[in-house]
């Protein structure tokens, strides 16, 4: 079945830091699945952070990026310098053809300043 | 914006009994969808219905209904609700074809 894996939390950084969070799918439903990644700040809903439909593209937002890699099935997180407003929790999620969207089981991510 | 609210919040229930989780969103979308999520875990899709009065499994549905009366309302009912259905809850909506999930605030279910 379609399935994706990412980085078990929590992850902890210095602010400034290089961030990277993996994430890796498989998707047997479909071949190009689109991919996403979910954000959860503190006391806030689950929202939308990127995402990309497109094999070989990136995606970016709030100085975060992602590439979706087909050859390693990967779609790994990644941002040069954190900022303590990046503390929050994480998710890698796929979308299938059959209009289902399967979540990671989430990455704290923990800032210190 | 999208606007996806649940009702309620947070709700206490006894075994056994009959619990149920209200969605309702105000943006047109096609799709909504029912997930729980337990500490520590994913999203795990319970439910997911595509039209009005129309529903479909998703990938852990024992023990659970649904119902999509309306394009603007996506219930999740527990006939019998059992100790390991505590969870949160969690509905979204999308625009087919999108991908991109709205999702509401979250219902935190205890059952005792």
Redesign the interface.
Known sequence: GDS?TQTEGPVTVSESESLIINCTYSATSIAYP?L?W?VRYPGE????LL?V?TAGQKGSSRGFEATYNKETTSFHLQKASVQESDSAVY?CAL?NSN????????TQLVVKP | EAAVTQSPRSKVAVTGGKVTLSCHQTNNHDYMYWYRQDTGHGLRLIHYSYVADSTEKGDIPDGYKASRPSQENFSLILELASLSQTAVYFCASRVSGTGQLYFGEGSKLTVL
């Open positions: 994706v689109n996403f979910y809903g689950l929202q939308l995402k439909i998710y979308g209009n289902r969207i399967f979540f990671g089981d989430g």
